[in-house]
């Protein structure tokens, strides 16, 4: 499935749900996570830090979605 992803061009492989630090994205951006399956290293293009970026300070969130968003954090 990642061999065929790969294959095209105008696709952007992200990862989401639940990152939040350095060490716990870095084995999807380098590619070390599928090494656990026996498979080589397959790495993302990017990930998504939705609640982390929707709590933030600097973020226009509207105040009545900031506690929704840190429960699933």
């Not at 590619?31 to 290293?41: N, Q, Y």
């Amino acid at each position: 499935m990642y061999s065929t992803v790969r294959r095209y061009p105008n696709i952007i492989l992200v990862a989401g749900s639940g990152f939040g630090g350095a060490d716990d994205t870095e084995p999807y951006l380098t590619g070390e996570w599928a090494l656990k399956f026996a498979h080589p290293p397959m790495p993302f293009d990017g990930v998504l830090f939705g609640s982390r970026v929707m709590t933030a300070l600097e973020a226009r969130t509207s105040l009545a979605v900031v506690p929704f968003a840190m429960k699933l954090m």
